[in-house]
C-alpha cells in the first residue's frame, strides 16, 4: 500500500527566508502523480504544486518548487522569499494515474504546518 | 466560475440525528469524492463516485451513505452520527479520463460537530 510521510509536524521561518519542507512516500508504482497543497486557517485546499513522476524536471511555480528524488521517494516543497500569507497547513499527496476502472484516491502526509513570522 | 459547493459549511447536531452533507459541482466533473480531516491524519477517503449510480467505499465508509443520482450532486449522508464523526469534511470532483483526471476541485469544506 502507498504511504506518504511529512516527518515535520511544525516549522517557523521569519519572512523572506527560504524553507524547505519534507515529503517522502512508499510505493511501487513507477508512474505516478505527486502534489503539494496549502491549506491556510480558512481550511480551504489549495494546490501549490504538481510533479508528474515521469518528468525528470522538477516542477516549479513563482516561489515554489520542489526537490523530486524518484529513486529515493522524495519529494520536498520550497518556499523562496516566504511571506506572512504563506503561514498554513502543507500537506503532500499521492496519486497513481487514473484509469477508467481504477479509484482516483489520493494518498495523503498528516501535513506540516508551517508558520512566517514577521 | 468552476466550482464545488458543499453545505451547510458549519453544523452543530446532537447524536443519532439524520443529517445530510450536500455537494454540488458545476464543472460536468464524472469523479466525485468526500474526505474527512482529522488533527494528525491528513485527509481520508470516505466514499467516491465514478459517475452517476456508480459509488465504492474508500478507507472510511463506516457510518456514512452517498448516492448519486444526479452527474452534478454527490450527498454524503449521516444515518445516525456519533461524536467520533465531528470532523471536517470535503468533497471533492475531477475530470474522469486521462489526461485531465489529475486535476482536483474541493469544496471550501463543512465543519461537523456531533455532541
Known amino acids: 500500500a502507498q504511504t506518504v510521510t511529512q516527518s515535520q509536524p511544525e516549522m517557523s521561518v521569519q519572512e523572506a527566508e527560504t524553507v524547505t519542507l519534507s515529503c517522502t512516500y512508499d510505493t511501487s508504482e513507477s508512474n505516478y502523480y505527486l502534489f503539494w497543497y496549502k491549506q491556510p486557517p480558512s481550511r480551504q485546499m489549495i494546490l501549490v504544486i504538481r510533479q508528474e513522476a515521469y518528468k525528470q524536471q522538477n516542477a516549479t511555480e513563482n516561489r515554489f518548487s520542489v526537490n523530486f528524488q524518484k529513486a529515493a521517494k522524495s519529494f520536498s516543497l520550497k518556499i523562496s522569499d516566504s511571506q506572512l500569507g504563506d503561514t498554513a497547513m502543507y500537506f503532500c499527496?499521492?496519486?497513481?494515474?487514473?484509469?477508467?476502472?481504477?479509484?482516483?484516491?489520493?494518498?495523503w502526509g498528516a501535513g506540516t504546518k508551517l508558520i512566517i513570522k514577521p | 466560475e468552476a466550482q464545488v459547493t458543499q453545505n451547510p459549511r458549519y453544523l452543530i447536531t446532537v447524536t443519532g440525528k439524520k443529517l445530510t452533507v450536500t455537494c454540488s459541482q458545476n464543472?460536468?466533473?464524472?469523479?466525485m469524492s468526500w474526505y474527512r480531516q482529522d488533527p494528525g491524519l491528513g485527509l481520508r477517503q470516505i466514499y467516491y463516485s465514478m459517475n452517476v449510480e456508480v459509488t465504492d467505499k474508500g478507507d472510511v465508509p463506516e457510518g456514512y451513505k452517498v448516492s448519486r443520482k444526479e452527474k452534478r450532486n454527490f450527498p454524503l449522508i449521516l444515518e445516525s452520527p456519533s461524536p467520533n464523526q465531528t470532523s471536517l469534511y470535503f468533497c471533492?470532483?475531477?475530470?474522469?479520463?486521462?489526461?485531465?483526471?489529475?486535476?482536483?476541485?474541493f469544496g471550501e469544506g463543512s465543519w461537523l460537530t456531533v455532541v
Open positions: 499527496a499521492f496519486m497513481k494515474p487514473p484509469t477508467l476502472d481504477s479509484n482516483y484516491q489520493l494518498i
Open positions: 471533492a470532483s475531477r475530470p474522469g479520463p486521462p489526461p485531465n483526471g489529475n486535476t482536483i476541485y
Open positions: 464543472m460536468n466533473h464524472e469523479y
